[in-house]
């Protein structure tokens, strides 16, 4: 399993180079690697079909209980096999769509890295694995979308695209998170057999953060709009990413954790309002669209909207349709989405008021759209009927929900008599260019889809017992038989579903041939446009980015005081808040009982520092320095720290040396700094040493024994033969810590001397 999903990462890099050899060639040459992962997963079907959950798992990061486990069951295998199956004929009809374009071999590159993120998204089971796969389908997704990054249009979609589904993606770790830890482990099998987590009091955060992942990924109101705007991207990969895998990749998580966050109230309602409102919204615009791939791209708004709601329901007969929806949906979405391509590149246009009367020029492409339009319709005897009919059933006794539901295809019916009637059977338009048929490589992967949208439903039982059944089972939790019939007879919830799907069809042709009216719904919603997502989505971002040029002005403004001010008041309220959270500090008994002599060398050392900030001499201010470094020499040599205050003296004499040294160079000490200023830094210091203070006396106050002043006094001579125990700390057991300090020092020194140099040359010349 691994394999077959590191196979579509590994050829993805090298991809680019076979298209440099193969050329034209090169999408027929790369699409055998998915006709390969298709074959390897079509295997498991008599297996699945029986019921089997197969496993996989190698380790990863076993300390955090992180593994790369894979889950095929019905729901991943189904998911798989559309992805691998249309992902091959999107490769080839890639090629025939973009033959010219120089850079090509960097998009097959795109999609391939893209189909193996989704395998391996729909495949895992691990919680954080399915989280690294999720956000690759995200990046790869914006690299698509944003191909041609040379119009501004594109590169505004991939980021909205982007921004949107990133900031899903956030609230869905937090949410994975939450789940792992209410239900012990991050493998999604085990939570699948704990069953449902409804009674954990962390059910409702888990809830909400994952359905904010899978909603701005599936394109659920309000964050509906970033996918027609994602429509900028070339059809081929409109026709892979945006209808038949990456925006279902939101449902998919949604089906994969029905068994352990479906069934409760709050599920339910969430679902089925979202799920019907964007059904809803995302029909009433499409048929507002004159551009071809808007109107799909809104009808698939209106699909994915239609599965959340069915999985809301949350029944049996409602999981069935969904698996049943799904399937039909990525048949007959991905072959339109391709003719419209074809019909782009035929005609130079994809506007339905300039074309019409198709049939003639493009006979094969128009067999493949009408196939697959009558599906999106929900005619007999294509599998888009059975999947309408499943959807009807399964809301009969819900009156609001299956009201929806009909609106909802009445607006899809209106749509395919757009995208197919009238481009394919109206009046001749007048495109910018005369049609022609497309080529082999662009009408076949529709044709293909189209036709087996047809076959599908003739073998529906076929396709129920093998597929849709160990799918549902999957999404229930439980093994289920289902049943799947083209036909079902006209009795009971059957005959009600009929007559709904009648009705359906009569209203979208009416619907269709009154659509002059429509532009008047366009007039009458655009002053509701400047409060719709898409422009409050605007105004966020807008809002983004002058808080961060606002932050940057204050924060970020080039100078080093600030910064440091900013660094060390941070610190200090952070900490200070933190010290006044934990145990009150105890003031040591014996703090009084202080020696003549130490108490000299404190008010000597208070009166050098009272020097340092108030003499106007460098010579004197450095002489002051070296006071402070001598007592706190003293003071180790009062405590018994003989080695150290041997160490502070030869460091401060040095370093006093090293200042006299310099400072004969540096120019007259002036004060530019004003009162306030120097009041404010003196606030900042004080503060800093009473926040020091106040972590002395809470260290001082602890009961706490230090194991490794015994352990180095104990194997300073054993271990490293040497009797000075802090020469031995910093020479043997921290080492390289030491090493680093000694190259940090060594290369400032260079730094230093270079700049000497540089600056006598200068002088010499």
Request: glycine fraction near 10%; include cysteine.
């Amino acid at each position: 399993m691994l394999t077959a999903i590191l196979s579509g990462f590994s050829l993805s890099l090298v991809v680019p180079w076979i298209y440099r050899v193969g050329r034209g060639s090169t999408g027929w040459i790369i699409a055998l690697l998915p006709l390969t992962l298709l074959i390897y997963f079509l295997q498991f079907l008599p297996i699945i079909g029986s019921g089997q959950v197969l496993t996989f798992s190698y380790p990863w990061i076993p300390s955090l209980d992180i593994s790369l486990s894979f889950r095929l069951d019905g729901l991943s295998l189904l998911f798989a096999l559309l992805i691998c199956g249309i992902g091959a004929l999107v490769l080839v009809y890639a090629g025939g769509y973009m033959g010219a374009d120089a850079q090509l071999g960097r998009l097959y590159a795109f999609l391939l890295l893209f189909m193996a993120a989704m395998v391996g998204l729909v495949t895992s089971d691990n919680l954080i694995s399915l989280f690294v796969f999720w956000e690759l389908t995200t990046i790869s997704s914006y690299l698509l979308i944003g191909y041609k990054h040379n119009y501004e249009q594109a590169r505004k979609a991939a980021l909205q695209g982007l921004l949107v589904t990133g900031a899903g993606g956030l609230a869905l770790l937090a949410g994975m998170v939450l789940l792992a830890i209410a239900g012990g482990t991050t493998e999604i099998s085990a939570l699948l057999a704990q069953g449902s987590l409804a009674a954990h009091p962390l059910y409702l955060p888990i809830l909400v953060l994952i359905l904010i992942g899978a909603f701005t990924k599936s394109a659920q109101v309000p964050f509906h709009f970033w996918l027609p705007g994602a429509m900028e991207a070339p059809t081929p990969i409109s026709a892979y990413l945006h209808s038949a895998t990456m925006v279902k990749a939101g449902v998919y998580l949604l089906a994969r954790l029905n068994p352990v966050l479906g069934s409760t109230e709050v599920w339910q309602i969430t679902l089925t309002s979202v799920g019907s409102a964007t059904m809803l919204l995302g029909g009433f615009l499409a048929i507002q669209q004159t551009d071809l791939k808007r109107i799909l791209a809104y009808t698939t708004v209106s699909a994915l909207g239609a599965l959340v709601s069915l999985i809301g329901i949350g029944t049996t007969d409602a999981l069935k349709a969904a698996v049943v929806f799904l399937i039909g949906h990525a048949l007959y979405k991905g072959a339109l989405f391709m003719v419209a391509g074809s019909i782009d590149q035929a005609t130079g246009s994809r506007d339905i008021s300039q074309l019409g009367g198709l049939r003639h020029s493009m006979p094969i492409t128009m067999a493949a759209g009408g196939l697959a339009a009558f599906s999106m319709a929900g005619l007999p005897p294509l599998f888009g009927f059975i999947a309408k009919e499943a959807l009807y059933k399964a809301k009969l006794e819900e009156p609001i929900l299956i009201s929806a539901a009909v609106l909802g295809n009445v607006f899809v019916v209106a749509a395919a008599g757009l995208v197919f009637v009238r481009v394919f059977l109206g009046k001749e338009g007048n495109p910018p260019q005369r049609a022609y048929e497309a080529p082999l490589s662009m009408w076949l992967g529709p044709l293909i889809l189209a036709v087996i949208g047809l076959l599908v439903a003739l073998f529906s039982v076929q396709i129920g017992n093998w597929i849709v059944g160990p799918a549902t089972s999957a999404v229930i939790g439980e093994t289920k038989t289902v049943e799947l019939l083209l036909w079902a007879g006209i009795e009971g919830a059957a005959g009600q579903a009929l007559a709904l799907s009648v009705v359906t069809i009569a209203l979208g042709v009416g619907l269709y041939l009154g659509r002059s009216v429509l532009s008047r719904f366009s007039a009458m919603r655009a002053p509701l446009a400047a409060l719709g997502p898409t422009r409050l989505y605007q105004v966020a971002l807008d809002g983004m980015l002058n808080l961060a040029r606002l932050q940057t002005r204050i924060i970020q403004n080039g100078s080093l005081q600030r910064y440091l001010l900013m660094s060390i008041g941070s610190a200090v309220l952070l900490v200070s808040f933190a010290l006044l959270r934990s145990t009150p500090l105890r003031i040591p008994t014996n703090w009084i009982d202080i020696r003549f002599y130490e108490a000299l060398v404190a008010v000597m050392m208070l009166a050098a520092i009272a020097v340092i900030v108030s003499t106007r001499s460098r010579l004197t201010a450095v002489v002051a320095i070296g006071a402070v470094g001598y007592g706190i020499a003293l003071v180790f040599l009062f405590y018994g720290g003989a080695d150290l205050a041997m160490t502070q003296f030869a460091i401060e004499s040095l370093t006093v040396i090293l200042f006299v040294l310099v400072i004969y160079r540096l120019p007259t000490f002036n004060r530019l700094s004003g009162m306030a200023s120097r009041i404010r830094d003196a606030i900042v210091a004080l503060s800093v040493g009473t926040l020091m203070t106040t972590l002395t006396l809470a260290v001082v106050s602890q009961n706490s024994e230090s194991r490794l002043s015994e352990y180095f006094a104990e194997n300073s001579w054993p271990l490293a033969s040497g009797r000075n125990v802090v020469n031995v700390i910093l020479v043997d057991f921290r080492a390289l810590d030491t090493l680093g300090e000694i190259t940090v020092l060594a290369l400032a020194a260079v730094g230093i001397y270079a700049l000497i140099r540089l600056r006598l040359d200068k002088e010499q010349s």
